[in-house]
């Protein structure tokens, strides 16, 4: 008896692994989907996270204050809403161009944060 509990209990675990395996597999292969098709949205976002990165590592060493990283994270608020507006408008995709705007305005940005 206490062995088929066992079993049961190592077949249910074995089962919930496998199962969570396939969801995160699907998950991330969801991902890589929509960065496929949309390579140039996924390179400006991907900026913006990094810049993110940099401004809150800035602010943990003392080298922008909670006010200064309050606005750069505006701008780079305003960098993301301007390209879902462009991409709402292009059936999801930006433009050559609209990136190079775009990747102007968050050079701006970035030269900022390592002042």
Same mark, same amino acid.
């Given at each position: 008896?206490?062995?088929?509990? /066992?079993?049961? @209990?190592? %077949?249910?675990?074995?089962? %919930? ?14 991902? #890589? ?6 390579? $140039? $949205? ?13 401004? /809150? ?7 922008? #204050? ?6 750069? $994270? /505006? ?24 990136? @190079? ?5 968050e ?8 002042k």
């Amino acid at each position: 008896m206490k062995n088929s509990n /066992r079993v049961n @209990k190592a %077949l249910v675990l074995s089962t %919930l692994v496998a199962v969570m395996a396939s969801v995160a597999g699907s998950a991330f292969a969801a991902e #890589t989907k929509w960065e496929k098709h949309h390579p $140039r $949205r996924d390179q400006v976002n991907d900026r913006l996270a990094n810049q993110n990165k940099r401004i /809150r590592a800035e602010v943990k060493e003392g080298d922008l #204050t909670k006010a200064q990283a309050a606005g750069l $994270r /505006r701008k780079d608020r305003q960098i993301r809403q301007e390209e879902r507006a462009m991409a709402s408008q292009n059936g999801g995709h930006i433009t050559k161009l609209e990136q @190079k705007t775009l990747n102007q305005q968050e050079n701006a940005v970035s030269k900022e944060i390592g002042k």
